[in-house]
């Protein structure tokens, strides 16, 4: 059974890079075909993909975050992590990192999540 | 960038049937995936391209999707499927319904 654990700050600057890394047990993050992902969740809304990136190092982004985001992966430790930059308030949110798998027509769809970290931004 | 609608609330009495929809342009052509959050909670996969269930899902959880809308289909409501419903498709990215609230009455 895959396991997803996030790490990092609870809490970070304005103007500060977020830094998250996620941990994967129960797995290689190197077998089969997936991809590794971020999303995050403001209190009370809804879900918003941030990127995700393969084991060959291959990343998407969100059009609307791809400017401070990026993701990267250290095989040999099984983690991904997510690095943020230039925070503001409106990045406090719950970060949920999750794997990716490929679904049928060339989708994607996320089977496992980790049980997500509180980032506030605030200083 | 393609956007899904959903529905902000669904109620309905236990043991009825609930219906969630999640429009989108042509969204049949694509395939459509739903996740349910309870409160405090990470989400989980409970309909993955379009009608597939994953293990340990009940059968009470189905889906289907033809044309503009996508529908998670919930049998016989039990209070514990009180919780927040998201779709989700890839559009050469990520792209996340709204949410949509099922309450039991």
């Known amino acids: 059974q895959v396991q997803l654990q996030e790490s990092g700050p609870g809490l970070v600057k304005p103007s500060q890079t977020l830094s998250l890394t996620c941990t994967v047990s129960g797995g290689s993050i190197s077998s089969g075909s997936y991809y590794w992902s971020w999303i995050r969740q403001p209190a009370g809304k809804g879900l918003e993909w941030i990127g995700r990136i393969y084991t060959s190092g291959s990343t998407n982004y969100n059009p609307s975050l791809k400017s401070r985001v990026t993701i990267s992966v250290d095989t040999s430790k099984n983690q991904f992590s997510l690095k943020l930059s230039s925070v503001t308030a409106a990045d406090t949110a719950v970060y949920y990192c999750?794997?990716?798998?490929?679904?049928?027509?060339?989708?994607?769809?996320?089977?496992?999540w980790g049980q997500g970290t509180l980032v506030t931004v605030s200083s | 960038s393609y956007v899904l609608t959903q529905p902000p609330s669904v109620s309905v009495a236990p043991g009825q049937t609930a219906r969630i929809t999640c429009g989108g342009n042509n969204i049949g052509s694509k395939s459509v995936h739903w996740y349910q959050q309870k409160p405090g909670q990470a989400p989980v996969l409970v309909v993955y391209d379009d009608s597939d269930r994953p293990s340990g899902i009940p059968e009470r959880f189905s889906g289907s999707n033809s044309g503009n809308t996508a529908t998670l289909t919930i049998s016989r409501v039990e209070a514990g499927d009180e919780a927040d419903y998201y779709c989700?498709?890839?559009?050469?990215?990520?792209?996340f319904g709204g949410g949509t609230k099922l309450t039991v009455l």
């Open positions: 989700q498709v890839w559009d050469s990215e990520v792209v």
């Open positions: 999750a794997r990716v798998t490929p679904g049928n027509d060339y989708s994607y769809y996320f089977d496992y």
